[in-house]
């Protein structure tokens, strides 16, 4: 693995145990699909998350513009696909991102509930 994918791995990991404080459930890590992958799906009561988890070491990155509208598109498109497979119609959905800079043990977390929505179709 590369130093890429384990500081994403860890960054999961750090946002997975921050959510299992608050009482929700981490349903799938590393969800993918055709279309792409949700890093982290988490559930508490009526409302399943889809989280987008994105860390890294150096500062001066501008965290929030990596995750771009088409990257919006492919996590909505493999969360619809989720929901279908597991019969998830009764559940509020939220896209959630996670930007995280620094350390495994060392870092500020971001945490963006509501970060972006489906567009509604006319």
Same mark, same amino acid.
């Given at each position: 693995?590369?130093?890429?994918? $384990? ?7 750090? !946002?997975?145990?921050?959510? @299992?404080? *608050?009482?929700?459930? =981490?349903?799938?890590?590393?969800? @993918?699909?055709?279309?792409?992958? =949700?890093?982290? =799906? ?9 989280? $987008? ?10 965290? $929030?513009?990596? +995750?771009?509208? @088409? *990257?919006?598109?492919?996590? =909505?498109? !493999? ?12 559940? !509020?959905?939220?896209?959630? !991102? ?13 945490? +963006? ?6 567009? $509604?179709?006319?």
């Amino acid at each position: 693995m590369d130093k890429r994918s $384990e500081l994403g791995k860890a960054g999961e990991e750090i !946002v997975a145990k921050k959510l @299992a404080q *608050k009482g929700f459930s =981490i349903l799938h890590k590393n969800y @993918a699909q055709r279309y792409g992958e =949700i890093d982290l =799906i988490a559930s508490k009561d009526d409302l399943i998350l889809f989280i $987008e988890v994105k860390m890294r070491q150096k500062s001066g990155y501008d965290l $929030e513009n990596l +995750i771009t509208p @088409a *990257k919006q598109r492919k996590i =909505i498109l !493999v969360a619809k696909q989720y929901m279908a497979k597991y019969d998830i119609y009764d559940k !509020v959905c939220r896209f959630d !991102v996670a930007l995280i800079q620094g350390t495994e043990n060392n870092y500020n977390l971001k945490y +963006i509930p509501n970060a972006f929505y489906e567009p $509604e179709s006319y």
